[in-house]
């Protein structure tokens, strides 16, 4: 049953992906920002209505929808995120980004599409699904606080709570065809940082009359990266980083007032996490006082790490293999970047892997593209990953 079965999910991922194609090349073109996706949406719902496939609004551009089975059994979730980057895109494709300054530069537009290609094998192959496939088209993934947060909120884990969720992310490294896996603890925390530090201006040549927070700010920096590397854990990762420092006024002779930074703090521990907070906080305060000036420091927090629940990690990992082939399927390292799929995965047993699509250039850059050929294994393995979870006899409760 499983042998045929498999065969006929390859041949309906085969045979749906110029839909699946036609797909991603029209979210290309017309891609929108966080918290804004309102053509996208829409003609998501469009190509859920062709399939017969009832839903139902969330998150404020998101959609629920969800594709019953044949028979009794649990609910699994499929997830695809639907928002774009404020990047203006620099490929001469025919599918290029219609809207200015804005494109589709970490593959959301494939993780899309896929999730629609998912949908329609799974109409196809609905007597064999014993169970409910859950479709989470998600906003916001690039913007605090995560639109999974409004999911969650809106119910989307409820009713009843889905047994395990699964979500692919594009991996340019990775060759078109195949994709890695990772159990356990694979992503980081993410939250923003934005310092403060504030002196008394003066003029360049006479700093004994002022206050500089320049120099201040050089020791703070100093100082909380001395915090990371001497009083964390060395065996648990930790990056700190400032992207972004600038002057409330100041020239080449005028030492300034103030100096603002903006950064990121990642980490894979929530109780170190929490600690952080405070000891860059009084770290920085107490450098900025000890040297006669002040430095406030606010802390947006971002999302959690990413946890991948590992004996259905491991249980995925082995149906990719008996889908696409053992030289397909490769492990993946932990990686220090975040994602608000990690939301999820602190409510229900969760895996997130990578699908890779041949890129040259990495994601978040104007010249970020796919080879499609990856969304033809996009949309097969999401499809038999739920197939084949709602298929297991303790489905409800991952080995």
Avoid at 2 to 20: E, H
Avoid at 40 to 45: D, E, H, I, K, L
Avoid at 97 to 111: E, Y
Avoid at 311 to 329: F, M
Wanted: hydrophobic share 40%; aromatic share 6%.
């Amino acid at each position: 049953m499983s042998q045929d079965l498999r065969s006929r999910v390859r041949d309906l991922a085969a045979a749906n992906a110029p839909a699946t194609l036609a797909d991603r090349r029209h979210l290309h073109a017309h891609p929108e920002l966080s918290f804004e996706e309102h053509e996208t949406v829409a003609y998501v719902a469009g190509r859920l209505e062709e399939m017969g496939i009832p839903y139902r609004g969330v998150a404020g551009t998101g959609l629920v929808a969800e594709i019953e089975g044949g028979g009794p059994g649990p609910t699994l979730a499929l997830r695809a995120d639907m928002d774009a980057l404020p990047i203006q895109e620099a490929n001469d494709v025919a599918y290029r980004s219609t809207k200015p300054g804005i494109m589709h530069a970490c593959g959301h537009d494939v993780h899309t599409a896929s999730l629609l290609g998912a949908a329609r094998i799974l109409s196809g192959l609905k007597e064999n699904l014993s169970g409910t496939v859950r479709l989470l088209f998600q906003p916001g993934e690039e913007k605090l606080p995560g639109g999974a947060t409004l999911m969650i909120r809106d119910g989307a884990l409820k009713d009843p709570a889905p047994a395990a969720i699964f979500g692919q992310h594009v991996h340019p490294p990775l060759p078109a065809g195949t994709v890695g896996f990772r159990p356990g603890i694979y992503m980081a925390s993410t939250d923003e940082l934005f310092l403060t530090v504030r002196g008394r201006g003066g003029h360049g040549a006479m700093p004994h009359q002022a206050v500089d927070p320049i120099v201040i700010t050089a020791q703070i920096i100093t100082a909380l990266q001395q915090l990371v590397s001497r009083e964390s854990d060395p065996t648990l990762p930790v990056v700190l980083t400032f992207g972004k420092i600038e002057s409330e006024g100041g020239a080449t002779n005028v030492i300034p007032n103030a100096v603002r930074l903006e950064g990121t703090l990642r980490t894979l521990d929530e109780a170190w996490r929490k600690e952080l907070h405070q000891r860059l906080r009084r770290t920085a305060e107490g450098m900025a006082a000890a040297l006669g000036g002040s430095a406030k420091l606010r802390v947006a927090h971002g999302y959690p790490f990413l946890k991948n629940d590992e004996p259905l990690t491991n249980w995925a990992q082995s149906a990719a293999r008996d889908l696409l082939g053992d030289d397909k399927v490769v492990d993946l390292p932990i990686r220090m970047t975040g994602e608000d799929f990690a939301f999820y995965t602190h409510h229900v047993p969760a895996c997130f892997y990578r699908l890779g699509v041949g890129s040259p250039s990495p994601v978040h850059t104007d010249t970020f593209d796919v080879d499609e050929a990856c969304l033809q294994t996009g949309s097969a393995l999401l499809a038999w990953l739920a197939m084949e979870r709602l298929r297991q006899p303790a489905a409800s409760s991952p080995e």
